[in-house]
């Protein structure tokens, strides 16, 4: 790789970084995605979406309804 390769990289992983931080979800499905996107653990993500106080129905959030979200939107 060369340096000049190396800087456009470097430049493309900051306007992700940027981006996926500054990203503000406003549905269940898209702090879902922003949270795997941070964390990439569907069980971790479930736990943090319960927290948020989100539910499918009535139940609790679990790592497959992340993980079909996720397959969802690829």
């Known amino acids: 790789m060369t340096i000049d390769e190396a800087r456009e990289q470097i430049n493309r992983l900051e ?3 940027e981006m996926v931080e500054g990203y503000v979800p406003e ?3 898209q702090h879902a995605i922003k949270l795997y996107v941070l964390h990439e653990h569907v069980a971790r993500v479930a736990k943090m979406l ?3 106080g989100f539910r ?3 139940r609790k959030v679990i790592g ?3 993980s079909d979200i996720s397959q969802a939107n690829r």
């Open 15 to 17: 306007d992700y970084i």
């Open 27 to 29: 549905t269940f499905e």
């Open 50 to 52: 319960n927290e948020l």
């Open 64 to 66: 497959t309804d992340v």
């Open 56 to 58: 499918i129905g009535k």
